[in-house]
């Protein structure tokens, strides 16, 4: 079966750095995905990863590590608008024309003053 | 328009009622999805069509049937709910190759009473 564990919520103060941690069992690991997704809206795409180490777009960074079933999103300079959920999601097997992924159950940030 | 749409935005519909969710999406994609997202819970995938096949029903019940007439539209059709399918119901497409990441429209807030 699958199974993904984030942590439900978080607090971090603004002008900071956070580390939201994503847990997987799967099988047919093909890619993980992390999503954002402010309160009332929908999820938008924030990173991909596939292969073991670290991928960088701006403040946020991703990684993976694919022995230990293991991926972080770090934002840094944290800003008021980024207090969303963050949505690890791992993309299952290979399929022709679509995709299946598993998403957790988000982790909740909250940034403060 | 662009990305993708979602109508109505909310819907409030009683146990007997039949009604109809809509999406559309503007990007050219060839996979189209639907979800379901209750609080404290992960996004739950319900429907994949790929090229307006059905690829994927996710032991769904049958009150709830979807239709993909073609690869921009795709229908949720509802009758005789259950109190306890009041959620936000979100869909999705993506190209259906490479990364795949999927870009979701804002949602449907469903009150089945």
């Known amino acids: 079966g699958q199974n993904i564990d984030q942590p439900t919520e978080m607090t971090a103060t603004e002008g900071a750095i956070v580390q939201i941690n994503c847990t997987y069992q799967?099988?047919?690991?093909?890619?993980l995905f992390w999503y954002q997704q402010h309160a009332g809206e929908a999820p938008t795409f924030l990173s991909y990863?596939?292969?073991?180490g670290l991928e960088e777009k701006g403040r946020f960074s991703s990684f993976l590590s694919r022995s230990k079933g293991y991926s972080y999103l770090l934002l840094k300079e944290l800003q008021m608008k980024d207090s969303a959920s963050y949505l690890c999601a791992v993309k299952n097997g290979v399929r022709e024309g679509y995709q299946k992924v598993t998403f957790g159950t988000g982790t909740k940030l909250q940034v403060i003053p | 328009e662009t990305g993708v749409t979602q109508t109505p935005r909310h819907l409030v519909m009683g146990m007997t009622n039949k009604k109809s969710l809509k999406c559309e999406q503007h990007l050219g994609h060839n996979a189209m999805y639907w979800y379901k997202q209750s609080a404290k819970k992960p996004l739950e995938l319900m429907f994949v069509y790929s090229l307006e096949e059905r690829v994927e029903n996710n032991s769904v019940p049958s009150r709830f049937s979807p239709e993909c007439p073609n690869s921009s539209h795709l229908f949720l059709h509802l009758h005789t709910l259950q109190p306890e399918d009041s959620a936000l119901y979100l869909c999705?497409?993506?190209?259906?190759?490479?990364?795949?990441?999927?870009?979701f429209g804002p949602g449907t807030r469903l009150t089945v009473t």
């Open positions: 999705a497409s993506s190209q259906g190759q490479g990364r795949d990441e999927q870009y």
């Open positions: 990863n596939v292969l073991d």
């Open positions: 799967t099988s047919g690991f093909n890619g």
